[in-house]
């Protein structure tokens, strides 16, 4: 038998023989052992791989041995096992059939059930007059049986019929009754046998919300074999069989009723998946291993220290191993253990390689850092200069401001102190009246700087490929009125420096004239000449800072209020976002830059703060740097401020959250998972190591383990985990066990249901992995339902 599902088993539960007669009379009467080849040629003419022949409160061992033996022949049918349709007085009046499935592993007991029905209490207890048992009568049967058992509830038409139920139809008992059975999951599951029902069915299961909670299969309730699967040779029913993704036996049929995703009535468990790898070959001191894989979900399971991430890595050939000390340390250990993995997955197939923590590194508090394949849905990154630049150029005027006042008060102490001559001078003599002065050529500099970004950036636009014709038109001629503009600048500035070169020299030969001059007088007339000079230079100071004094104003924010918009690029329910780290500038959004830089209770009052003030009003002031002025120590605080709020980050929302609102690391995890979930393009292989890293239980249950089911149906999957879930409620469908045995290294594998003379998947995993059995006992069904409704 294979240890993992290749693809679906077609099964038929339901199936009536001669034993039947009691209740179906003359349709069952051709049904016999005799005729047991008509009915295993049409079985193997549908392709049935699990069947059971399931009477009417009756069981045949004979009929059922001598049908188990096409299990030991070359055709399709892999599994008979023993059942029986029980009739089942639930309440007053009310029967239902049950069809009732056993484990066929103890044919001591399997034997035994003819015994039981035939001559113990399943005789003793059956009400002739009711045609059945009552409900306690049927599970002391059950337990007189003692076999591990699968129920399923009759019901022909859809559970939202508005019709009268049919005869020993589930619903007979009742909606409210039926609703309880489901709440307490009572059966295993459903059966209907009208094709049609699905899509009623399926309807209530949506509407609902009952996916987890009610499962349904079909059966043939075949009563001529001649006709199989139907009873009448022109049968109006359409009837469709029904695929399980499990092992053809008893536990791999119990794993499979208790989810409903390993039923279907079309085998679509796996899609056909060229990059995948069938097995992995080993090589274990001297002796070839090899590990079936399944094109699904594969988990590798073990302790800490047994090698489950080396595993990973050893199959990919170790491309994603940066550190050369972590590789060798990978290959000696393999060396150690005398074990070689000969089996390397080319890059090529492999969709996704996540290393353990890495989704977490992937959405880091700085930003989320997309790999190769979240980069493909992100916008383009957000013009943080944009809004940056409204802020500087506002605070630019506060930087402005502060200069002038301290300039101002520069001048004030620097104005200059003279001796002021009595004596007139009579003698003819020349005095100096200082220097002629430049002309400033700061503020058309600036200009034609202007001048040269703004052509710059219109040249820019132009290059833009969604430019229509008649705009690129239009800039072209403002380009041109611009450029107009420059040289006529360029030229008054080039005038203006050959003005100053002239004023230069003329200042120059003024100086040494002066200096050549004053040798030549007397010491009287030198006094007075620069009594002279200083009095003039006195004045003209006085007159510039009296002009100064009109450059000193009160800062006050002037920068209008814009919300800034997160670039959006919506994929599915999420949304990717570049953004920075505010919501919006204004005059709000300047005063926190001051609260921020600046000591609790100090206000800029540009008209008055001294340098000396502003280095008191400076938070935590860099002391130790007495090359740095005050106004240089705002500056950086101020733009360190800056520097953080228009820092640029990516991350992904849901279509509901606020751009701006922290995600957790597992919500993270959440949003990645359906992402990558929902890639259908490359069929490539998703390894991934520890997935339930950062991500609660309820999360994982809810959420995460729908999207590795999805992901399982469209590309193989192989992942280290730690967590039951990942593992008995993902429902996987390879089990990769990795142990030392006698001191060498050892592997174990299958699929849940798997399980052969040395050992049980199920039991590995209650054994090895940290609330396993309790995961096992709640994703199991409990075989003695002895539950009161």
């Not at 814009?562 to 690029?569: A, D, H, K, L, M």
């Amino acid at each position: 038998m294979d240890k993992v599902v290749r693809k679906g088993v077609k099964l038929d539960l339901h199936i009536h023989s001669v034993y039947s007669r009691s209740k179906d009379k003359d349709k069952v009467a051709n049904n016999t052992l005799e005729n047991l080849p008509v009915l295993i040629q049409r079985l193997i003419e549908n392709e049935i791989e699990l069947c059971a022949i399931t009477d009417h409160d009756e069981f045949n061992y004979e009929i059922y041995k001598e049908l188990k033996c096409e299990e030991m022949k070359d055709n399709c049918i892999k599994k008979v096992l023993p059942g029986i349709e029980f009739s089942v007085e639930f309440a007053e009046g009310k029967v239902i059939h049950i069809v009732t499935i056993f484990d066929d592993r103890d044919d001591d007991k399997v034997k035994n059930i003819e015994q039981v029905m035939t001559n113990g209490i399943g005789k003793t207890t059956y009400k002739k007059t009711r045609g059945a048992y009552s409900k306690s009568d049927y599970f002391e049967v059950l337990n007189a049986i003692n076999i591990d058992f699968v129920m399923i509830a009759h019901q022909k038409k859809t559970v939202s019929s508005q019709h009268k139920a049919h005869a020993n139809d589930v619903m007979v008992l009742g909606k409210d009754t039926f609703n309880e059975l489901i709440f307490l999951d009572y059966f295993d599951a459903y059966e209907f046998r009208n094709k049609k029902n699905e899509i009623y069915n399926k309807a209530f299961l949506a509407d609902n919300d009952l996916g987890e909670n009610l499962r349904f299969i079909t059966g043939s309730d075949c009563h001529n074999w001649e006709y199989y699967p139907n009873t009448e040779k022109q049968e109006k029913t359409q009837f469709a069989f029904t695929y399980i993704k499990s092992l053809p036996t008893f536990k791999g049929l119990a794993m499979a009723v208790t989810d409903r995703h390993r039923i279907s009535l079309v085998d679509k468990f796996f899609n056909p998946v060229e990059k995948s790898i069938s097995e992995i070959e080993l090589d274990i001191s001297g002796n070839q291993v090899c590990v079936p894989m399944s094109k699904g979900l594969n988990v590798i399971i073990g302790d800490n220290s047994i090698g489950k991430s080396l595993f990973l890595h050893a199959i990919t050939n170790n491309t994603k191993i940066n550190d050369g000390k972590l590789k060798k340390g990978y290959e000696k250990y393999l060396e150690k253990n005398n074990t070689s993995i000969k089996t390397k997955v080319p890059e090529e197939n492999i969709f996704m390689f996540n290393q353990q923590g890495e989704i977490r590194e992937i959405f880091d508090s700085d930003g989320m850092k997309p790999n190769k394949y979240l980069t493909q849905f992100y916008p383009e990154q957000i013009n943080a200069s944009k809004y940056r630049s409204l802020v500087e150029k506002d605070l630019q005027n506060l930087y402005e401001c502060l200069e002038n006042k301290f300039d101002y008060d520069k001048k004030v102490e620097e104005l200059p102190s003279f001796n002021i001559t009595v004596d007139e001078i009579l003698d003819k003599s020349l005095t100096f009246v200082g220097t002629v002065k430049k002309i400033k050529i700061t503020e058309i500099q600036k200009l034609i700087g202007h001048f040269e970004t703004v052509i710059s950036e219109l040249k820019e636009i132009l290059c833009n490929k969604v430019l229509r014709d008649r705009d690129k038109q239009s800039i072209e001629n403002t380009v041109e009125v611009f450029g107009l503009m420059l040289e006529k600048y360029e030229e008054t500035l080039k005038s203006h420096k050959r003005e100053n070169e002239r004023i230069n020299v003329y200042n120059t030969f003024m100086t040494h004239f002066k200096q050549r001059y004053s040798k030549k007088i007397t010491d009287e007339q030198a006094v007075y000449s620069d009594f002279v000079e200083s009095k003039n230079e006195a004045i003209q100071d006085i007159c510039k800072l009296i002009e100064k004094k009109e450059t000193v104003e009160k800062y006050e924010p002037n920068v209008k209020t814009v919300v800034i918009e997160p670039e959006c690029n919506p994929v599915d329910k999420y949304k990717f976002i570049s953004k920075v780290q505010i919501e919006q500038i204004g005059q709000e959004y300047i005063e926190e830059i001051f609260r921020t830089v600046l000591k609790k209770g100090k206000v800029l009052d540009t008209g008055s703060i001294t340098e000396k003030e502003l280095k008191e009003f400076i938070k935590n002031y860099p002391s130790d740097d007495e090359s740095i002025t005050p106004l240089e120590a705002l500056k950086t605080k101020i733009n360190t401020k800056l520097d953080k709020d228009f820092k640029i980050g990516n991350t992904i929302i849901e279509e509901t959250m606020d751009v701006f609102e922290e995600v957790s690391s597992g919500f993270d995890a959440q949003m990645y998972f359906t992402l990558i979930c929902g890639e259908t393009r490359d069929k490539g292989i998703y390894l991934i190591d520890q997935p339930e890293d950062h991500i609660s239980q309820k999360a994982i249950k809810e959420k995460v383990l729908d999207q590795f089911r999805n992901m399982g149906q469209n590309r193989q999957v192989i992942m280290v985990t730690h967590n039951p879930q990942f593992i008995v409620n993902l429902d996987v469908d390879n089990v990769i066990f990795l142990c030392k045995e006698n001191g060498q290294f050892a592997i174990k594998s299958g699929a849940l249901e798997y399980e052969n003379d040395e050992y049980s998947i199920l039991q590995i995993v209650a054994d090895n992995i940290d609330g396993g059995l309790q995961t096992i006992l709640g994703r199991m069904k409990r075989y003695e339902k002895n539950i009161e409704l």
